[in-house]
């Protein structure tokens, strides 16, 4: 223990353990019927991630981290460079243009709500169950 340790304490190092989300991988164009259908029964989420994107990947950890995992909602995860034509498709089913990163909540066959970068990790999901 070196002086300045014993005079301001030595700070111990944590390790956030990392949460597992629940998602469910958004990689076919079959998968967008059946989430509009789906969602007359329960929420859907499509959350669209830029992997080449730094700020896309900021976002998603942010919402990671606050993200309640006890919500009984269906979490869909697109990744843009994987599935554009999905991602063009999102955008003409429900009417929402595109952004990255971007998250829509599905309910009775349409977006709900969506929003985009930053403001996805403040998105309260408990008024869309």
């Not at 991988?25 to 499509?46: C, F, H, P, W, Y």
């Not at 959350?47 to 981290?65: D, P």
């Not at 309640?68 to 009417?95: A, M, P, V």
Request: include cysteine.
């Amino acid at each position: 223990m070196g002086i300045f340790d014993s005079v301001f304490g030595k700070k111990e190092k944590t390790v956030k353990e990392k949460k597992e989300l629940p998602w469910i991988l958004l990689e076919s164009m079959n998968q967008l019927d059946a989430i509009a259908e789906n969602s007359a029964d329960k929420t859907q989420v499509l959350y669209k991630h830029s992997s080449t994107c730094g700020i896309s990947r900021m976002v998603l950890n942010m919402f990671s981290e606050g993200y309640d995992t006890d919500l009984d909602i269906d979490l869909y995860f697109l990744t843009i460079q994987n599935h554009r034509d999905i991602s063009n498709t999102i955008e003409e089913k429900f009417g929402v243009k595109h952004e990255s990163p971007q998250l829509l909540v599905i309910k009775n066959g349409e977006a709900v709500f969506h929003t985009s970068h930053g403001a996805i990790a403040d998105t309260d999901f408990t008024q869309y169950l």
